[in-house]
């Protein structure tokens, strides 16, 4: 069992643009093309925050997505947010905020031995980061940059640094990067 933070990002850094959109994601390649399928075939529990959830909302189940579709995730998914928030019928979604410890302690307990994926923000990855409950981060570096948008992972990880595991390029759109994450150092 990891905790893996798994997400892509353009080339600067940003995981969505400031308008929280991910229109710049989408043509860069086919995701069954990359590690994703063979990476969620080994999720056990999922957490996002909740401008992803509400983007997850907006455009792939609610009435406003354009062909909505329905939940992605067989899996039990924590949304982290301290608003009250729509659930989405049929879909094992729990609602949970403040410290991550206690959501991240069911995760692995609803996971049964498979792993836990922090869908992101960065901020959210960064929590668990802090509480040294992230193992592993695989970042499929989109070949775009946006300026600026939501951060990838806004903390300082220097000393020691993340470890390299591999880097594939997936077609000219991606270069798909596994990292380890040390411990985060106590102050
Ligand atoms: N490129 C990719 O593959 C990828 C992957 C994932 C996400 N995304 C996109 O990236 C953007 C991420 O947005 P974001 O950086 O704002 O991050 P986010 O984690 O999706 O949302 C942040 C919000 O979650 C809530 N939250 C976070 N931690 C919490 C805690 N411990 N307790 C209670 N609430 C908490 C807070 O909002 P409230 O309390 O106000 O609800 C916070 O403002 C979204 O647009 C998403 O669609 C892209």
Redesign the pocket.
């Known amino acids: 069992m990891k905790t893996q933070y798994y ?3 353009s080339l600067d850094g940003f ?2 643009d400031p308008h ?3 229109d710049w ?1 989408f043509p860069l390649g086919d995701i069954e093309t990359t590690s994703y399928p063979a990476f969620i075939r080994e999720v056990g529990a999922l957490a ?9 909302l907006q455009h792939v189940v609610g009435p406003g997505a354009d062909h909505p579709q329905p939940w992605p995730y067989q899996q039990p998914a924590w949304v ?4 009250i ?1 729509p659930a989405v019928p049929g879909a094992d979604i729990r609602f ?5 410890r206690p959501v991240h302690e069911a995760m692995v307990a609803a996971a049964g031995g498979k792993n836990v994926w922090i ?6 990855a960064g ?1 668990f980061f802090d509480q040294s409950l992230l193992d592993e981060m695989f970042v ?1 570096i989109g070949s775009v940059t946006l300026g600026a948008g ?2 990838l992972l806004p903390r300082t990880i220097t000393s020691p640094p993340l470890r390299l595991v591999s880097a594939r390029a997936v077609g000219t759109g991606f270069a798909e990067l596994h990292y380890e994450v040390p411990a985060a150092r106590q102050t």
């Open positions: 997400t892509a990002s995981i969505a929280d959109s991910l994601l996002m925050g909740s401008a992803t959830y509400e983007w997850m982290f947010t301290s608003r928030l949970a905020r403040g410290d991550v869908v992101g923000g960065g901020d959210l929590q499929q939501k951060p």
